[in-house]
């Protein structure tokens, strides 16, 4: 990644000059901190997002005099880039916003700051849910804490779903998804019952959801495979045998959808009645389509284990080598619980982790966002072990599991001969240490 790439994409936007530093304070609810900071901060995301956040800061260095903040972005997959190479480097910036999937790799090699010292002291967590220090915590110690967190769902065609007099809330297992998806499908106008996930080129969370619900893990807590082959070939023969149905769409036209984006979406095009997604994905895909757009929970395996429920967090953390880590400490708290910022970031990157901030942003949100809202907060009630952390091969297990589902879909080879191929990779891929 060259550094004109970074500028083209706008990776460095400034937040913060001197004349901030005297603006009026008393309108955040951080408290004023003391001694004065130049601090780098980093997130992923568009400049909208991006805007956001400069609001949000300007209303902590309003609080802070002295103290000043520049913000630096990118899309997601250049921001990973560039962490890596500030972190050999030796130069992370001072406070940065970190995904479940990289949290691991920082956190066991030390870069982070360890916010144990700060803790019920400068940064608060009592309001951020029972998940929220496992979530960030390696090795003794721990390097994140959830800004926010989003979950798994199944979105559904309001339209489609009328037209058939199919209720998406009766989709409850796995079976009646594949049921649902058979009957909704209708050759004649081009809808496809389902999205077909196993072709996913991303994070694959319902495939970590389908192995929860086995009673098994993604990853062991040495960050080996913590799956099954017979796990795997159950999720692959699923959608296999929908393909077989016609009730997902042909591999070609559903790796194109995946590659457009959101504009590409089948469900916002009209060309798929059902998607199982990330439950933040609601607020975006409606704004997108006409069509009305509904959200329930994903579904389960008959024998699910009950505490399957799992909740990807966005973690913010620091750099171990910050000059000025309490200022920092001062910063996550803002962003983890002021409810001034979170009214100017909202929803932007998920549901807020903290349940004070859930409750004054609730009366202001439209009806779109309280359903994601909504859905979250009740599933949170629901039982859930906690997540593991991801090893340093995680990103790479993304691409085999891609990687098979490609297989099997284009008929290069079976779902055994595949899967097996998906063990042998993550095998490698991923030592247990």
């Not at 995301?45 to 005099?65: E, P, S, T, V």
């Not at 390696?138 to 769902?153: D, E, K, N, R, S």
């Not at 082959?229 to 149905?245: N, P, V």
């Not at 009950?306 to 910050?322: H, N, Q, R, V």
Request: hydrophobic fraction near 40%; charge should be neutral; include cysteine.
């Amino acid at each position: 990644m060259t550094s004109s790439t970074f500028t083209r994409r706008g990776f460095i936007g400034l937040v913060g000059a001197a004349g901030l530093a005297g603006a009026a304070a008393g309108c955040s609810n951080g408290s004023p901190g003391s001694g004065s900071a130049a601090l780098q901060v980093a997130l992923w995301g568009n400049a909208k997002r991006a805007d956001l956040y400069k609001q949000g800061l300007k209303l902590f260095m309003d609080a802070h005099a002295g103290t000043t903040a520049t913000l630096q972005y990118a899309d997601l997959n250049p921001y990973l880039e560039r962490l890596a190479t500030q972190s050999a480097a030796g130069s992370l910036p001072d406070v940065l916003w970190m995904r479940d999937t990289h949290i691991g790799r920082y956190g066991k090699a030390k870069v982070l700051l360890d916010y144990t010292p700060y803790l019920d002291k400068t940064i608060q967590a009592a309001d951020l849910g029972k998940q929220a220090i496992p979530d960030g915590t390696i090795a003794g110690g721990i390097y994140a804490l959830p800004t926010h967190f989003v979950g798994q769902a199944l979105v559904g065609s309001g339209t489609a779903l009328d037209k058939k007099g199919v209720k998406l809330t009766a989709i409850q297992t796995w079976d009646d998804l594949a049921n649902a998806a058979k009957e909704l499908t209708d050759p004649s106008n081009g809808l496809y019952g389902l999205t077909d996930t196993s072709l996913s080129p991303s994070t694959h969370r319902d495939v970590e959801a389908w192995i929860r619900q086995h009673g098994e893990e993604v990853f062991t807590p040495g960050g080996g495979p913590g799956f099954t082959a017979d796990t795997l070939a159950s999720y692959f023969s699923y959608f296999d045998q929908l393909r077989k149905a016609q009730a997902v769409p042909p591999p070609d036209v559903q790796t194109q959808a995946f590659s457009a984006g959101l504009t590409g979406d089948l469900v916002v095009t009209g060309k798929v009645a059902l998607n199982p997604t990330s439950s933040n994905q609601l607020t975006q895909l409606q704004p997108a389509t006409k069509i009305p757009l509904q959200m329930t929970s994903l579904p389960a395996a008959k024998d699910a284990s009950p505490d399957w429920w799992f909740f990807p967090p966005i973690l913010i953390s620091a750099s171990a080598k910050t000059k000025n880590p309490e200022i920092a400490a001062q910063l996550i708290n803002f962003f983890l619980n002021d409810v001034d910022a979170a009214k100017i970031t909202r929803l932007d990157e998920g549901a807020p982790s903290s349940s004070k901030i859930l409750d004054a942003l609730l009366p202001s949100l439209d009806p779109t966002e309280k359903i994601f809202v909504s859905q979250i907060r009740r599933e949170q009630g629901y039982p859930s072990r906690p997540l593991p952390i991801r090893p340093q091969g995680a990103s790479q297990l993304d691409m085999i599991i891609s990687l098979a589902g490609q297989q099997v879909a284009y008929g290069k080879a079976s779902v055994s001969q595949a899967v097996a191929d998906l063990m042998a990779s993550a095998q490698k891929a991923l030592p247990e240490s």
